[in-house]
């Protein structure tokens, strides 16, 4: 069962451009969700992340954007750079599972051109 | 520098061997975490430990195996019962605070191969 949906496998971007990456999920009792971003033959890296009290949380360039009752949330990167370039996996638990039950989506492959 | 270091990068097994890929973090972390990538699709949990000495089974354990004898260490069995074993192996771990949420942070992953 797909708990957590990224629907665009890959989007490309002008570098200084805004780069929004989208995800979706279906499981009410989520209450945390996270961005991680991926190199090729490196381990996810943890991004930044947004607890369901907020609605909004940002970090330098990056800002996720979550919206409860469309179970949708949303990274912006801004702005865009070729760095940046990376597989990026939305990931949502529920805390009174202590996040053991973390569920990712399929990833969505950002590229920045120069 | 603390991390989580997966060994071998890349394996290689026979068809019927048992294989063991290793994890370990010097991050202090108590949980940690097994996940299976294939093409295309998201991380699926394997295994997960939150302590020394317990392991629960995740969403995908079938054929698999591991233990957790201490708190930096926690290898995977791949075994011959893991009818399709070629993928990405990625272990993870986080801290646990029951107050707060947190994230887990990852190794650099395995890439086991059938021969």
């Known amino acids: 069962d797909q708990q957590v949906k990224q629907n665009s496998p890959s989007l490309s971007v002008q570098e200084g451009r805004i780069s929004i990456l989208n995800c979706d999920y279906t499981?009410?009792?989520?209450?945390?969700f996270l961005w991680y971003k991926k190199y090729p033959a490196e381990g996810p890296t943890f991004l930044i992340s947004?607890?369901?009290?907020?609605d909004k949380n940002e970090d330098g360039r990056f800002t996720v954007f979550l919206n409860k009752s469309a179970k949708h949330l949303s990274l912006h990167i801004v702005p865009s750079q070729p760095g940046d370039s990376a597989v990026y996996f939305c990931?949502?638990?529920?805390?009174?599972?202590?996040?053991?039950?973390?569920?990712f989506g399929a990833g969505t492959r950002l590229t920045v051109k120069p | 520098d603390g991390g989580i270091t997966q060994s071998p990068k890349y394996l290689f097994r026979k068809e019927g061997q048992n294989v063991t890929l290793s994890c370990e973090q010097n991050?202090?972390?108590?949980?940690m975490y097994w996940y299976r990538q294939d093409p295309g699709q998201g991380l699926r949990l394997i295994y997960y430990?939150?302590?020394?000495?317990?392991?629960q089974k995740g969403d995908i354990a079938e054929g698999y195996s591991v233990s957790r004898e201490k708190k930096e260490s926690f290898p995977l069995t791949v075994t011959s019962a893991q009818k399709n074993p070629t993928a990405f192996y990625l272990c993870?771990?986080?801290?646990?605070?029951?107050?707060?949420?947190?994230?887990?942070?990852f190794g650099d992953g395995t890439r086991l191969s059938i021969l």
């Open positions: 993870a771990s986080s801290i646990i605070e029951w107050s707060r949420n947190q994230p887990q942070h």
């Open positions: 499981n009410s009792m989520f209450d945390y």
């Open positions: 947004i607890s369901s009290i907020k």
């Open positions: 990931a949502a638990s529920a805390r009174r599972n202590n996040n053991n039950d973390m569920r």
């Open positions: 991050l202090n972390h108590d949980a």
């Open positions: 430990s939150q302590i020394v000495n317990d392991f």
